[in-house]
């Protein structure tokens, strides 16, 4: 893979169900691309994630399962977000995290995925006091980018933007040799080892249907998303509340 500049890029940023990229689903993406340090293009969306999204994760984005139903499916989304992403540099915030997600997605669809990418958080922690908090929300206080909407995730991604080019300024007046700026910015290759997820078995689903059944359970499930860990995963958990 050559070595990309960090003048060209596209930035992104995925909100979750959780924090696994084994067990959780992705329910809104964020992407925005940038060219000479101004944003040229943008990609949002909201994804179904075909599960309820906990409590926890409603009130720290303001993304509601009714807002979610109906939206664009995950295999559509990911690969208009892939299609976006060409072979573009990726930047984000922490953006291991969010490409741990886009691997396991690659992995289970047999899709090869490898990029390189740039990390806000990463460089704030080189270029900024050690006392200096290094979230997305601290950095965009600590610089001055309006951050009016937070945990949605084209807002995050425009901010995420701005962060990275601010931290560029900051980055050419400590290093005035360029060698040194030059090596702080080097993309570094993004790698997260997954493993392939199989679809649950037609005998997994058939007993986790009954099971439902008999207990009288009515939450909302999407049976062809599962995978067979989570049946099983699904499975202990029933037991252990309602018993065999």
Same mark, same amino acid.
């Given at each position: 893979m050559s070595e990309m500049k960090p003048d060209s890029y596209v930035v992104i940023d995925l909100e979750m169900t959780g924090l696994s990229p084994k067990t959780d689903r992705i329910i809104e993406i964020g992407a925005v691309k940038v060219k000479d340090g101004a944003i040229v293009q943008t990609?949002?969306?909201?994804?179904? @994630?075909? *599960? @309820?999204?906990?409590?926890?994760?409603?009130?720290?984005?303001?993304?509601t399962n009714d807002m979610v139903?109906?939206?664009?499916?995950?295999?559509?989304?990911?690969?208009?977000l892939l299609s976006f992403l060409g072979e573009e540099l990726v930047v984000g915030q922490n953006v291991t995290f969010d490409y741990s997600?886009?691997?396991?997605?690659?992995?289970?669809?047999?899709?090869? %995925?490898?990029?390189?990418?740039?990390?806000?958080?990463? %460089?704030?922690?080189? %270029?900024?006091? @050690?006392?200096?908090?290094?979230? %997305?929300?601290?950095?965009c206080e600590y610089f001055g980018i309006p951050r009016?909407?937070?945990? *949605?995730?084209?807002?995050?991604?425009?901010?995420?933007?701005?962060?990275?080019?601010?931290?560029?300024q900051l980055a050419a007046e400590k290093y005035p040799d360029?060698?040194?700026?030059?090596?702080?910015?080097?993309?570094r290759e993004l790698i997260y080892k997954a493993k392939k997820q199989t679809p649950?078995?037609?005998?997994?689903?058939?007993?986790?249907?009954?099971?439902?059944?008999?207990?009288q359970l009515t939450d909302e499930i999407?049976?062809?998303?599962?995978?067979?860990?989570?049946?099983?995963?699904?499975?202990?958990?029933?037991?252990?509340?309602?018993g065999r």
């Open positions: 990609f949002g969306t909201l994804v179904d @994630p075909h *599960r @309820p999204i906990p409590e926890r994760v409603q009130t720290l984005t303001g993304i139903k109906g939206q664009m499916e995950q295999d559509e989304a990911m690969e208009e997600f886009l691997k396991q997605w690659a992995v289970n669809k047999r899709i090869p %995925l490898e990029k390189q990418a740039c990390d806000t958080l990463k %460089l704030a922690r080189i %270029l900024l006091p @050690p006392e200096q908090p290094k979230n %997305l929300e601290a950095l009016e909407q937070g945990h *949605r995730a084209l807002d995050d991604a425009i901010q995420t933007a701005r962060l990275f080019e601010r931290l560029k360029r060698r040194d700026y030059d090596l702080l910015f080097k993309p649950a078995t037609a005998h997994q689903l058939e007993r986790l249907k009954e099971y439902r059944k008999r207990h999407c049976y062809e998303a599962l995978t067979r860990n989570e049946v099983s995963r699904m499975m202990d958990r029933y037991y252990a509340t309602y």
